[in-house]
């Protein structure tokens, strides 16, 4: 099982820029198939605006600020795309920079769907589907850093974490 190994500080600064979330206490999950049976299985997440039901905010929306001012940061990470992997993974160590490290586990999702980032390569003619690895979407992503940002958007889905207090890293099994 792999676990990612990312450079965080508790607080933000010039190096430390990119926060890792705790979940936001006003997610609502709903299961679609306690309303009708055709929708067994299918959850979504949301939140209420306005006395409404609204979708969650996606990646771009809270890479923009939406969740500023709601003291969510668990702590904060040196690269962004780093973190992009860590919320691929679901989990991971981060390195402080005493040396000292804390573990971060999957405490929920926004609700939004999973795009793979590679396929989208693929279908924008930039990788053969022969060549996508981890490692190559990485270096693709570091020697083109705009671009990275909008492909990393395309996928909506967003992760929120816990520290984990328990050995690891753990997997599915």
Not at 41 to 54: C, P, S, T
Not at 92 to 119: E, K, M, Q
């Amino acid at each position: 099982y792999y676990e990612p190994q990312l450079n965080g500080a508790w607080k933000a600064d010039g190096r430390y820029r990119v926060p890792i979330y705790a979940r936001p206490k006003d997610i609502i999950g709903a299961n679609l198939g306690s309303f009708d049976d055709k929708w067994k299985g299918e959850q979504i997440a949301g939140r209420l605006k306005g006395g409404r039901y609204v979708p969650y905010y996606d990646r771009a929306e809270i890479e923009a600020g939406a969740l500023n001012g709601h003291q969510l940061e668990i702590l904060w990470v040196d690269d962004l795309i780093d973190a992009f992997f860590l919320h691929i993974q679901g989990s991971g160590r981060v390195i402080l920079p005493d040396g000292s490290h804390i573990r971060l586990g999957y405490a929920g999702r926004n609700g939004r769907r999973y795009t793979a980032v590679g396929r989208e390569l693929v279908a924008a003619g930039v990788m053969r589907l022969q060549d996508v690895t981890m490692p190559a979407i990485r270096y693709w992503m570091i020697d083109n850093p705009v671009a990275a940002q909008a492909l990393m958007r395309k996928n909506r889905s967003f992760v929120f974490f816990k520290v984990l207090t328990t050995a690891g890293p753990i997997g599915a099994e």
